[in-house]
């Protein structure tokens, strides 16, 4: 039972390189979410999938780029880190569908830091 | 724009003590489903309850019952007898039934249960 895997689980970047956050879910699910979670913070969302082929910017989207490679694949890239963007990212997936009250499924986060 | 509050930053008790979790939400839909999630030391998220926004009924899971009240916009999560196990950030959230559906987190409360 993988649930929602995310590689890596640990990282540390310098200002100025970029990185790719894999996430890959085994449920079938057709939603995938990216969230940052900042102490004190709850988790808020960077960019989200409804579908294959499909994304849309969330709340705090800007210095990310996402990519929906197939419904079970949502990869979140970084093209030029910076310090602010040090923190814990978890990667999400439901059943979006008329029941919308299914619960998110999370990844075990990643832990990234930029110097 | 929707928001959850969750005023109580962080919690101590003692062990066997009932623990009383606040959470108030703002939305504008009339549909919408509330969650709580538990992220134990280790770092996961662990989903525990949902409750969709006609069901105003109490609901009670061993130790664990939730009092949602539409009147007031809560949805207070209890822990009865307290165990260090316990011992967790917890996040309430909501999610809308139409359009973007990704959680909207509150900034979560520190539960420390002491032996």
């Known amino acids: 039972n993988a649930g929602v895997t995310q590689t890596p689980k640990f990282q540390v970047l310098k200002t100025g390189q970029s990185m790719t956050l894999q996430c890959a879910q085994d449920m079938n699910h057709n939603s995938m979410y990216w969230y940052r979670q900042d102490p004190g913070m709850g988790l808020r969302l960077i960019y989200y999938?409804?579908?294959?082929?499909?994304?849309d910017k969330g709340e705090v989207p800007n210095g990310y780029n996402v990519s929906r490679l197939n419904k079970r694949e949502f990869s979140l890239r970084l093209e030029s880190a910076a310090p602010s963007q040090t923190s814990v990212y978890f990667c999400a997936s439901s059943e979006l569908s008329q029941y919308s009250n299914q619960p998110q499924h999370f990844g075990d986060g990643t832990r990234l830091s930029i110097l | 724009a929707q928001k959850v509050t969750q005023a109580q930053t962080e919690i101590s008790v003692v062990e066997k003590e009932d623990v009383t979790l606040d959470c108030v939400y703002e939305?504008?839909?009339?549909?919408?489903?509330l969650f709580w999630y538990k992220q134990p030391p280790s770092g996961e998220l662990v989903f525990l309850i949902r409750?969709?926004?006609?069901?105003?009924q109490n609901e009670i899971s061993g130790r664990y019952s939730w009092n949602f009240q539409k009147s007031t916009s809560s949805f207070n999560f209890t822990i009865t007898a307290s165990q260090v196990v316990d011992s967790a950030v917890y996040f309430c959230a909501l999610i809308k039934d139409t359009g973007r559906r990704a959680l909207t987190f509150g900034s979560g409360t520190r539960l420390q249960v002491q032996p």
């Open positions: 939305t504008r839909d009339t549909t919408y489903y």
């Open positions: 999938s409804a579908s294959e082929g499909t994304t």
């Open positions: 409750r969709n926004s006609f069901d105003e």
